[in-house]
């Protein structure tokens, strides 16, 4: 099994940045793609960016251009670098693994953005 852990969500003026990390611990070696994913507000939970573990990743058109999802070395944390961020991009963020376990989510993490 696989458990994950988000960190560095918050509230942030439009137009700013915040970088977005999620941790994997138990047995990281059967995860072949994480991702972030996100929901709104009233809205269903939506796809942001995604990352194989060949470095394949791919974007909602919302946010192309403006976030950029990568992993760290150690390859058990994924991170969302979030840039000229816009009241719309409000939601719960959402870290997900998937493996040979299937797909696991994590706590999610509160994004703001606000004037």
């Known amino acids: 099994q696989v458990q994950l852990v988000e960190s560095g969500g918050g509230l942030v003026q439009p137009g700013e940045s915040l970088r977005l990390s999620c941790v994997a611990s138990?047995?990281?070696?059967?995860?072949?793609?994480m991702g972030w994913y996100r929901r709104a507000p009233g809205k269903q939970r939506e796809l942001v960016a995604g990352?194989?573990?060949?470095?394949?990743?791919n974007y909602a058109d919302s946010v192309k251009g403006r976030f950029t999802i990568s992993r760290g070395n150690a390859k058990n944390t994924v991170y969302l670098q979030m840039n000229s961020l816009k009241p719309e991009d409000t939601a719960v963020y959402y870290c997900?693994?998937?493996?040979?376990?299937?797909?696991?989510w994590g706590q999610g993490t509160q994004v703001t953005v606000s004037s």
């Open positions: 997900k693994a998937q493996g040979s376990f299937g797909a696991q």
């Open positions: 138990g047995n990281i070696f059967s995860i072949y793609a």
């Open positions: 990352i194989t573990s060949s470095g394949i990743t």
